[in-house]
């Protein structure tokens, strides 16, 4: 079965930095895009970074210039490098991945794998 599980996230001060990973397992297709999504308390979960599998990326204009989303498809790793992090980046943060690949998006409700998330914490 698919699997996919976060590792990278911490505490840290406003203004440091942390990078997110995502091990894909399980997965018989070659074709599949991925995305990196947040929550934080009381708040819905949100589109902070996607990747489609020829490389094209999209980023949420909050994360834009600070956020950046790259993959090892031979390794089937997705990151999130994260730099200048504010208070309101903290929140879980969950890699996700879709089949039906085309133009990155942020929409939650099109992928259809999900990890357990990983915290991140900024003050």
């Known amino acids: 079965h698919v699997q996919l599980v976060e590792s990278g996230g911490g505490s840290v001060q406003t203004g440091g930095s942390l990078t997110l990973s995502c091990a894909l397992s399980?997965?018989?297709?070659?074709?599949?895009?991925m995305g990196w999504f947040r929550q934080a308390p009381g708040r819905g979960r949100e589109g902070v970074a996607a990747?489609?599998?020829?490389?094209?990326?999209s980023l949420a204009d909050s994360v834009k210039g600070r956020f950046t989303i790259s993959q090892d498809k031979a390794k089937n790793i997705l990151n999130l490098q994260m730099i200048n992090l504010k208070p309101e980046d903290a929140g879980v943060y969950y890699c996700?991945?879709?089949?039906?690949?085309?133009?990155?998006?942020?929409?939650?409700?099109?992928?259809?794998?999900w990890g357990q998330g990983t915290q991140v914490t900024v003050s």
């Open positions: 399980g997965y018989t297709s070659k074709t599949y895009c």
């Open positions: 990747i489609e599998s020829d490389g094209t990326t």
């Open positions: 996700a991945a879709r089949a039906l690949c085309g133009l990155p998006t942020l929409n939650v409700y099109a992928y259809n794998y």
